[in-house]
Every structure is written in C-alpha cells, then in structure tokens.
C-alpha cells in the first residue's frame, strides 16, 4: 500500500530534551515535506526537500532541522524543543515539488512540556 | 498575513442537503487551488482542485468553481453525506522563487447532521 509512515503518532517530552519524529514514504517522491497545523492557522511548512541532499527551509522553520540522506526518509529534528513547538506535525511527500496530489502521513501530536 | 482564507471554522448542513465551502485568497499569481479533507486523527487526502485558468471542475458530487475577479473559491458537496464530515482544507500554488509554494486555509470543520 502506498503511504507515508510517521513515527511516533503522539509525544509528550520535557523542554530542551532532543527528539526525533521520523517519516518515510513507499512511493519513490522525490519531494516531502514537515508540516506543524495550529488551532486557526492551518498546515504551515517547516522544511521541506526536492531530493536527496536537498533540503530548504518552509515558513517556520525555526527550532527544527531536517536532513534527506535517503529518498524514502525524511526526519524532523528537534535539538531543544520548547513549548511553542507543541503541535500537530504532518510529513508529506509526492512525486515532485509543483505535483499537487500530496500524500499525507497521519500525524505527530508532540506536547512539549 | 494570511494569503488564504477560509472565514467559517464551522459549518453544519442536513444530510441530503448541498454543502458550500468558501475560500478566499489575496495573491493573484496562484495558479492553482486544491481541496483536501481530513478525518480526525488521519492526515488531509487531496480531494479535488483547479487551475487558475478554469472556472469550474467537477468530480462526483464535488464541484470546486473559481472566480477570480473576486479571488474567491468554493467547494459544492450534493447530495452532502454524514461521511463528509470532516475538516477541508483549501490551499493555492503559485511559483515564487523557482520554486513552488503551497499556501493553506485554515480549515472548515464540516457537519453533516443526520
């Protein structure tokens, strides 16, 4: 089945402890994509990257890293996470940037405390 | 400053009964418009979208109709479905720096009452 996995569906971690949310996709994208969805303001891109080694920054990018050493993965990165990074975090991926089908994964719910 | 707009959080139709969701944008170079649907715990599905240089694509019972004199979108859902239920996300596409950018509403919850 085509998908995009994210790894862990739900995190509750302490200010300033480094963590990692995983994803990875089964369909040979090229692009993916992080996203953080707030009550009111919608999907807003994190980071996101064309093809392996390549990786731009989104609109917030602030607080995350990413890194595409692979084509099928793509990790977010939280060095000291703080709580204005608690969130619902969404990674997306399709065959390349401007094709609009995007395949979602089903979600991160990260509670920094 | 927000270049997609979706004004109503929420929106409660009867089951049967036609659903319209609205989406309003401020940049004129978007060149295309997308819908996607999220269930609660499940990441948005793209649903339906159209190009900029269309008026009106249909898909089923999904209309989308774009008029761009008034930078306005809306999605028609007929007949509308308790499965409809469901957050829509409306998003646009334009080109900005040799690269795409997709810029998203901030969702309708959509109800469909039985």
């Known amino acids: 089945e085509a998908q995009v996995t994210q790894n862990p569906r739900y995190l509750i971690t302490v200010t300033g402890k480094k963590l990692t949310v995983t994803c990875s996709q089964n369909m040979n994208h090229e692009y993916m994509s992080w996203y953080r969805q707030d009550p009111g303001l919608g999907l807003r891109q994190i980071y996101y990257?064309?093809?392996?080694?390549?990786?731009d920054k989104g609109d917030v990018p602030e607080g995350y890293k990413v890194s595409r050493k692979e084509k099928r993965n793509f990790p977010l990165i939280l060095e000291s996470p703080s709580p204005n990074q608690t969130s619902l975090y969404f990674c997306?991926?399709?065959?390349?940037?401007?094709?609009?089908?995007?395949?979602f994964g089903s979600g991160t719910r990260l509670t920094v405390v | 400053d927000q270049q997609v707009k979706q004004n109503s959080p929420s929106l409660s139709v009867q089951e049967g009964r036609i659903s319209i969701l609205n989406c309003d944008y401020t940049?004129?170079?978007?060149?295309?418009f997308l819908w996607y649907k999220k269930y609660p715990a499940e990441g948005p599905t793209f649903l339906i979208s159209i190009s900029s240089i269309k008026d009106k694509n249909e898909d089923g019972r999904f209309t989308v109709f774009l008029n761009k004199s008034a930078k306005h979108l809306s999605l028609h859902i007929v007949p509308s479905q308790p499965g409809d239920s469901a957050v829509y996300f409306c998003?646009?596409?334009?080109?900005?720096?040799?690269?795409?950018?997709?810029?998203w509403g901030a969702g309708t919850k959509l109800i469909i009452k039985p």
């Open positions: 990257s064309m093809n392996v080694e390549v990786t």
């Open positions: 998003a646009a596409s334009a080109r900005m720096d040799s690269n795409y950018q997709l810029i």
């Open positions: 997306a991926s399709s065959l390349w940037q401007g094709a609009y089908g995007y395949t």
């Open positions: 940049n004129s170079m978007f060149d295309y």
